[in-house]
T-cell receptor, first 110, second 114 residues
Framework: QKEVEQNSGPLSVPEGAIASLNCTYSDRGSQSFFWYRQYSGKSPELIMFIYSNGDKEDGRFTAQLNKASQYVSLLIRDSQPSDSATYLCASHTGGFKTIFGAGTRLFVKA | DAGITQSPRHKVTETGTPVTLRCHQTENHRYMYWYRQDPGHGLRLIHYSYGVKDTDKGEVSDGYSVSRSKTEDFLLTLESATSSQTSVYFC?????????????FGEGSRLTVL
């Protein structure tokens, strides 16, 4: 069974700090990776994707991928209370297989 | 906004009754998906469609069927609802040509089976 693992949290950080969210995956055939943000009672919203090893930055968000270690992370700089949500990591192996982790709850304290 | 609407948004039903959830999209996307989301399990794929009348099973398809008779509508049917099918159901589309793994989700349908 191919899996994506995340710490369920909650991860609590003070406002203005860097939040670091981590994810591991088991399928070495995974080609691309995604981070979704989900506010309570709402649908998941795509915030970042990454295909290549290394870092990808978009505003306050940086996605990091290490295929050798099968590890994906999301850094949120200058965390704001509005970033408080559950963050879902997902891997795509091609075809129609996108596997989601169960999510990490992030709480940013004002 | 990917132009996806789901109906009904909330439904309570009894064990053994059939239930149909509807996903409607307005932007002519080819690929559509039904996921369910349960605490501790993340999102799990039920069925997907890659065109009109072209559908296939996902990882948790038992007890569910789907139909897609036109591009804009993807229906999920629980033939005889069970309590284990109490969940939040999300419809999703892939916005790009081909399936790249990027997904945009509808608002969700919360189903309670008593």
């Amino acid at each position: 069974q191919k899996e994506v693992e995340q710490n369920s949290g909650p991860l609590s950080v003070p406002e203005g700090a860097i939040a670091s969210l981590n994810c591991t995956y088991s399928d070495r055939g995974s080609q691309s990776f995604f981070w979704y943000r989900q506010y309570s009672g709402k649908s998941p919203e795509l915030i970042m994707f990454i295909y290549s090893n290394g870092d990808k930055e978009d505003g306050r968000f940086t996605a990091q991928l290490n295929k050798a270690s099968q590890y994906v992370s999301l850094l949120i700089r200058d965390s704001q209370p509005s970033d408080s949500a559950t963050y879902l990591c997902a891997s795509h192996t091609g075809g129609f297989k996108t596997i989601f982790g169960a999510g990490t709850r992030l709480f940013v304290k004002a | 906004d990917a132009g996806i609407t789901q109906s009904p948004r909330h439904k309570v039903t009894e064990t053994g009754t059939p239930v149909t959830l509807r996903c409607h999209q307005t932007e002519n996307h080819r690929y559509m998906y039904w996921y369910r989301q349960d605490p501790g399990h993340g999102l799990r794929l039920i069925h997907y469609s890659y065109g009109v009348k072209d559908t296939d099973k996902g990882e948790v398809s038992d007890g569910y069927s789907v139909s897609r008779s036109k591009t804009e509508d993807f229906l999920l049917t629980l033939e005889s609802a069970t309590s284990s099918q109490t969940s939040v159901y999300f419809c999703a589309i892939s916005p790009r040509q081909g399936n790249t793994g990027e997904l945009f989700f509808g608002e969700g349908s919360r189903l309670t089976v008593l």
